[in-house]
């Protein structure tokens, strides 16, 4: 499975942000997508996470904030970030994992945000 993001970039304070990310090659039905992100130096952290058929997971910073959202039918996951903080200034990765240990991450996209 590949995994291609898109999206991030700099932003304000208060300010929003979408990232995508497509997937393609052997996706199997069920199977979850999610966000994570890392700042340098520092371990790589569960943002959202989303299931085939819609269930969703967040983090207790991005509770509230962020939304994950998905389009099966076009093998793509969205995180759309709203009120964005500085604290949320990270790489963030695209995850897939389908059972029993399938995993695969995206290349990351930078989000910066300026206070």
């Known amino acids: 499975v590949q995994l291609v993001e898109s999206g991030g970039g700099l932003v304000q304070a208060g300010g929003s942000l979408r990232l995508s990310c497509k997937a393609s090659?052997?996706?199997?039905?069920?199977?979850?997508m999610g966000w994570y992100r890392q700042v340098p130096g520092n371990e790589r952290r569960f943002v959202a996470r989303?299931?085939?058929?819609?269930?969703?997971t967040y983090a207790d910073a991005v509770e509230g904030r962020f939304t994950i959202s998905r389009d099966n039918a076009k093998s793509t996951v969205y995180l759309q970030m709203n009120s964005l903080e500085p604290e949320d200034t990270a790489v963030y990765y695209c995850?897939?994992?389908?059972?029993?240990?399938?995993?695969?991450w995206g290349q990351g996209t930078q989000v910066t945000v300026s206070s």
């Open positions: 995850n897939y994992w389908s059972a029993p240990t399938t995993q695969f």
């Open positions: 090659g052997s996706i199997r039905s069920s199977n979850l």
């Open positions: 989303i299931t085939t058929s819609g269930t969703t």
